[in-house]
């Protein structure tokens, strides 16, 4: 920290409060800009942070503008910064919008970077692999293959999203990129040209640099050059999302072993072997026994629906046989052991064999950890979809959080997000975050959603449980759907639901409307198409989605007016993580239902809500089919975390408030939505 902090606290607040002042540079450098008291004080709290070190967690609520509130007062401080995001799309925006703009109002400078993990570039070398090792017969992917080698001649960052037909579900993406393992580092003949080394040196070298929570605490817990060299000289760091850094960070702080990782290694292995020292030894003969027993690992979970877990409290995971499960992991560490002492035998031939080498010594010991039994303080489990995935967690990252974030005086950090909690503390996210003393603010959305929006719950649809629940909510999207002529995203609490309120509605709704079903296109499609169709009236549409549709989806205006949530978003009880957090709450004398599955439900309603009122001149409705929310005392707990909107008291105000939001609505100074 500076020496003359003291001064420095008042006059970069007085610089952020000028810059965000009516008549100010923002003013001036934005038509529609008016100040904000909200967005001010944000900003005006980061500044002081920035200023005195510490840590600052800021909640706040659509609308605010949180995004300019914490990158001028780090602009102004000319300070190196860092802002790490939960997704790339907000990535993308920061560097590719929002630093710009801010940078020429306010009269700055500074360089900034934009760093993803690696398997969002290009990798010239294995690019160079794939082409001939791919074959031609493979009609699509080897089309696809041409396009990318026909880019990599023109892009400069080397950005595979800059490439419009390839997204990460393409089978060419993990041909064409390169991974932590099997990355060649300065021993690639490529290295001088690559694309991630070249987006890492302009990392170190720029004043502002654009993250992932992904990137974030993969570099974290590898303690990789990238991170690891950036961070000691980066004094802010700004974690926006932040409410999912605690999931992430989970994740990656953990140990993982993948059926699907296996296969790749196995593919690697062939297209690098073959040509290298292909003569020395049968590979096809030491690798078929890996890859037969990856998919034998895989089959004795037998079928599963997308996204199941099973829970591994004991030797074996739940419903596996324990001698089954035993033996194939033995047999697969055996195949590796045994890979193994062939490759170290031709390792110094190549870097790329070297690299081989090392990745199947490394798998060795993933094996080895996962055949024994689990340390304390972890809970383990196994995903289970086209792969098997075999997970070991901590139950939190508050210990690393302390350890690696915390623990340098004058260090600022910043973490914000629309929504962290239900309660003044924001204790849903600062406790496991490990930041229960750090400084807490909460900015209210300057919305008026008493006069935007409503809130309905139907009292006569079927208890959540009951198999017909799901069928009567989708009767009620489909009417409400045919008078607002599309306009309306449902929300699932699960897969299943999913699946089932999907169907329905395209099969009610079908020469009507153009019923969109997450999972039956990209994401990034679906969500344009709703977007295009909900500006047409009778050619609107309806987005049935689950999972991460429930936040970071922004759809201003009348292409959206009706946000149904099929029941309360409780978590699972049965998933592994859930279970093992609930327990160490009721161990330590705690409730688990009120402090932990209440605080997931609230936190989780709140998120889904919020993707209704987006501009202050939207109008719509939410509807939440599950009448616990006004049957249930816990209800009122869970209707507080909501917007203040105005509640509907029954079906007829329900039918009058779509009336007047419909094609064919009054105009806006109806006294519904007055």
Excluded at 72 to 92: C, F, H, I, M, Y
Excluded at 254 to 263: A, K, M, V
Excluded at 412 to 431: K, N, Q, R
Excluded at 524 to 529: A, E, T, Y
Aim: contains cysteine; glycine residues 10%; charged residues 20%.
């Amino acid at each position: 920290m500076n020496a003359d902090a003291g001064a420095a606290v008042p006059a970069l607040v007085q610089q952020v409060r000028a810059a965000f002042a009516e008549g100010g540079v923002l003013a001036q450098a934005a038509d529609h800009y008016r100040p904000r008291q909200g967005q001010i004080d944000m900003a005006e709290a980061v500044a002081r942070t920035i200023a005195d070190g510490g840590a600052l967690v800021v909640e706040a609520g659509t609308g605010v503008g949180k995004t300019f509130s914490y990158l001028v007062p780090a602009l102004l401080s000319g300070e190196r910064v860092l802002v790490s995001t939960a997704t790339k799309t907000l990535q993308d925006q920061l560097f590719g919008r929002d630093l710009p703009r801010l940078r020429d109002a306010l009269g700055l400078a500074p360089r900034a970077a934009l760093l993803k993990g690696r398997s969002s570039y290009l990798c010239l070398h294995r690019m160079r692999q794939a082409g001939q090792t791919l074959a031609r017969e493979e009609t699509a992917a080897w089309r696809t293959l041409t396009a990318v080698q026909h880019w990599a001649t023109a892009t400069r960052t080397g950005d595979l999203a800059e490439l419009a037909g390839l997204d990460e579900r393409s089978p060419v993406t993990p041909l064409v990129s390169s991974t932590r393992e099997n990355c060649l580092g300065s021993d690639c003949p490529d290295f001088q040209a690559c694309h991630v080394y070249r987006a890492r040196r302009e990392a170190m070298a720029a004043d502002v640099v654009v993250v992932n929570h992904h990137l974030f605490f993969a570099d974290m817990a590898m303690r990789e050059s990238g991170m690891a060299e950036l961070l000691p000289t980066v004094r802010v760091a700004i974690f926006d999302e932040a409410h999912q850094l605690n999931e992430t960070g989970v994740q990656f702080l953990g140990q993982q072993l993948g059926t699907g990782q296996l296969l790749d290694f196995v593919r690697d292995a062939l297209a690098t072997v073959r040509p290298l020292a292909g003569g020395l030894v049968d590979w096809q003969a030491e690798l078929e026994p890996v890859e037969r027993n990856a998919r034998d690992l895989r089959m004795l979970a037998g079928p599963a629906a997308p996204g199941t877990r099973l829970r591994w409290l004991g030797q074996a995971p739940e419903g596996l046989d324990v001698n089954e499960w035993a033996d194939t992991l033995q047999a697969l560490a055996a195949a590796l052991q045994r890979l193994c002492g062939w490759l170290e035998g031709v390792a110094a031939m190549s870097p790329d064999l070297a690299r081989l080498h090392a990745r199947a010594a490394a798998l060795v010991e993933r094996v080895a950890q996962f055949a024994a039994v689990g340390a304390d303080g972890v809970v383990r489990w196994v995903d289970v979809g086209l792969q098997l995935r075999l997970v070991e967690a901590p139950l939190s990252i508050g210990s690393a959080v302390q350890a690696q974030l915390l623990q340098q005086p004058g260090r600022a950090y910043v973490f914000t997000s629309a929504t962290l909690g239900d309660d003044p503390g924001l204790h849903w996210f600062t406790e496991p975050c490990g930041l229960e003393q750090a400084e807490i603010l909460r900015v209210d959305s300057p919305f008026d959603y008493a006069r935007q929006a409503a809130l309905y719950v139907p009292r006569n649809l079927p208890k959540p449980a009951d198999a017909a629940h799901g069928g009567a909510v989708a009767a009620l999207v489909a009417d409400a759907a045919r008078r607002l002529g599309g306009r309306t995203l449902v929300l699932t609490t699960t897969l299943r639901a999913l699946r089932n309120i999907g169907q329905a509605l395209q099969a009610q709704l079908q020469g009507q409307l153009e019923v969109l079903v997450q999972g039956q296109m990209a994401r990034q499609r679906i969500l344009d198409r709703f977007r295009e169709g909900g500006q047409g009236g009778a050619s609107g549409c309806v987005l049935v989605a689950s999972a991460s549709f429930w936040e970071g989806v922004d759809v201003p205006g009348d292409a959206l007016q009706l946000v149904v949530i099929d029941k309360l978003p409780f978590p699972p009880p049965n998933d592994p993580l859930v279970e093992a957090r609930a327990q160490q709450i009721e161990q330590a004398g705690g409730s688990a239902f009120k402090e932990y599955f209440l605080a997931e439900a609230a936190v989780a309603l709140k998120q889904g809500a919020g993707r209704l009122i987006r501009r202050e001149s939207d109008r719509g409705v939410l509807v939440v089919g599950d009448t616990r929310l006004v049957q249930m005392g816990y209800g009122k707990r869970l209707r507080a975390a909501l917007p203040p909107m105005r509640q509907l008291q029954d079906e007829a105000e329900f039918l009058q408030a779509l009336e007047a939001l419909g094609p064919t609505r009054p105009s806006t100074t109806d006294r519904l939505w007055a």
